[in-house]
């Protein structure tokens, strides 16, 4: 009786695991993630330089790790942070090709209602090219 327990138990869980597997969260995921965010705190200081650089290295770096989806979604945050200073700086094709990169990503990608109106134009221009 206690043998067919287990085994009911062992097979309840791999069939829990094929229905709902388990998303890993790799220390080098959580590490550029918390990067970004540090980044887009930078962004709303006006350190919008500092922003850009960092933003186009950790993107290298999230190219850079297994394909998944979170890995796609950090190469986004990545495009945006940068796009979004790239426009701060005056650096209008720069921020268009990021804008473009991430919307080919991700094509239902919009911005936050809260984003300024110049980085919006952009993004909205990107959103023409990237069709």
């Known amino acids: 009786m206690m043998q067919a327990r287990c085994r009911f ?14 998303r890993a969260i790799t220390p080098e995921l959580a590490r550029i993630s918390l990067e970004l965010g540090q980044l887009e705190a930078l ?5 919008f330089r ?3 650089e960092k933003a186009l290295l950790l993107r290298g770096q999230a190219l850079a790790l ?6 796609r979604r ?5 495009e945006l942070v940068a796009g ?5 700086l005056g ?3 720069v921020a268009r090709d990021c804008f473009v990169r991430a919307l080919r990503l991700e094509p239902w990608l919009d ?9 919006r134009r952009s993004f909205d221009a990107a959103k023409e090219l990237a069709r």
């Open 9 to 22: 138990g062992a097979l309840l869980c791999a069939a829990l695991l094929v229905a709902f597997p388990v």
């Open 43 to 47: 962004l709303g200081r006006a350190h």
């Open 50 to 52: 500092e922003a850009a």
């Open 66 to 71: 297994p394909a998944s989806g979170d890995a």
């Open 74 to 78: 950090l190469v986004v945050r990545a």
């Open 84 to 88: 979004s200073a790239a426009v701060a």
């Open 91 to 93: 650096q209008s094709a």
């Open 111 to 119: 911005l936050d209602p809260g984003a300024p109106p110049k980085v």
